[in-house]
């Protein structure tokens, strides 16, 4: 599950880190994540259907509901991920930035064509964005068994 996107940056052994340009790549590839804030002072995530606008996590929510109140100008986490637990390969993305509300008429029309709907049946008249100021990502390497140490001759 490799995907050579953009720069190769050094990682821990049996990971890759991702760079800036292959996080966008995997976000854009996805419709599915966690948006990561504090409820109550504890940490929380919900997972949401999102899209990405440039560099922007973009979705909709109750304006009533906790992710609502919840992302108000706060600094909160949006995550991806793709894991294969037979192959134990995969990949995860995470950016982080502080959300706010879109209501320009403007905005909120242009981003009508990119397909921003909910998939709950609420009134979700809310339109959250989540500027990725910080993005990092890692893909999870399939590392090869240890080869098993030759027989002597003795052991044969």
Known sequence: MRHDIGAEVPGEA???ALDRLACLHLLRGRVVGRVVFTDGALPAAQPVN?????EEVLFRTASTGKVAAATRGAVVAFQVDDIDPVARTGWSVLGVGEAYEVVDPQRLAEL???GLDTWVPLASDHVVCIPLQVLTGREL???PAAPAPPMSEAQG
């Open 112 to 114: 009508s064509g990119l």
């Open 50 to 54: 999102y899209v990405l606008d440039g």
């Open 14 to 16: 049996g990971f890759r």
């Open 141 to 143: 390497l399939r590392v």
